[in-house]
């Protein structure tokens, strides 16, 4: 399974942003997919979840401003991020629990998007 994230980049404080992150492959089924992110300089953090049937959770840091979304027909996870500020600075990774048809069920974990809140 090989995930990819797009929809990263400068924007000012207030602005919006929406992450993309792709799941392709020889995929069998994709159970939970969440966003993180790595600050500079700290540890990668959960930002947000989305089970399969559809249930979500989020970071108090970020509730109210992101919303996570999940297309299960084209195997895409969304996160919406409303009210940007600059502690929402950094790398944003999608992680996926997937089983593929050679494989068991496993973490994948996308190559990252930068996301920089400036003015």
């Known amino acids: 399974v090989q995930l990819v994230e797009s929809g990263g980049g400068l924007v000012q404080p207030g602005g919006s942003l929406r992450l993309s992150c792709a799941a392709s492959g020889s995929i069998f089924s994709i159970h939970a997919m969440k966003w993180y992110r790595q600050p500079p300089g700290k540890q990668r953090e959960l930002v947000a979840g989305?089970?399969?049937?559809?249930?979500?959770n989020y970071a108090d840091s970020v509730k109210g401003r992101f919303t996570i979304s999940r297309d299960n027909a084209k195997n895409m996870v969304y996160l919406q991020m409303n009210s940007l500020k600059p502690e929402d600075t950094a790398v944003y990774y999608c992680?996926?629990?997937?089983?593929?048809?050679?494989?068991?069920?496993?973490?994948?974990w996308g190559q990252g998007t930068q996301v920089t809140v400036s003015s």
């Open positions: 992680k996926v629990l997937a089983r593929d048809y050679e494989t068991p069920l496993s973490d994948y």
């Open positions: 989305i089970t399969s049937s559809g249930r979500t």
